[in-house]
Nanobody, 115 residues
């Protein structure tokens, strides 16, 4: 019903920036929240940032002040602007959308930050 496709990942040096995009398609009538999670090999998945339907945002302490979550006016794309990247930010980043009909996840995009 709803498909999410992430893009924008890649290899970047420490201190650099990347912007991740999550394009949503399908029967997206409304949403409660959109979020980005990340998971490194052998590590637990963690919430990076989320944004509610009202526009309120929340960030993990480890990324606060460096990452920014946003969405476009049509609410078809969610972004994660990542600045001042650190090697510990290396992970697979996945987006999700919570709707009244259910929760949907993308397959993720790899972000690798070299020292």
């Amino acid at each position: 019903q709803v498909q999410l496709v992430e893009s924008g990942g890649g290899l970047v040096q420490a201190g650099g920036s990347l912007r991740l995009s999550c394009a949503a398609s399908g029967r997206l009538f409304s949403f409660n929240a959109m979020s980005w999670h990340r998971q490194a090999p052998g590590k637990e998945r963690e919430l990076v940032a989320d944004i509610t339907s009202g526009g309120s945002t929340n960030y993990a302490d480890s990324v606060k002040g460096r990452f920014t979550i946003s969405r476009d006016n049509t609410k078809t794309t969610v972004y994660l602007q990542m600045n001042s990247l650190k090697p510990e930010d290396t992970a697979v980043y996945s987006c999700s959308i919570s709707t009244v009909l259910g929760n949907y996840w993308g397959q993720g995009t790899q972000v690798t930050v070299s020292s």
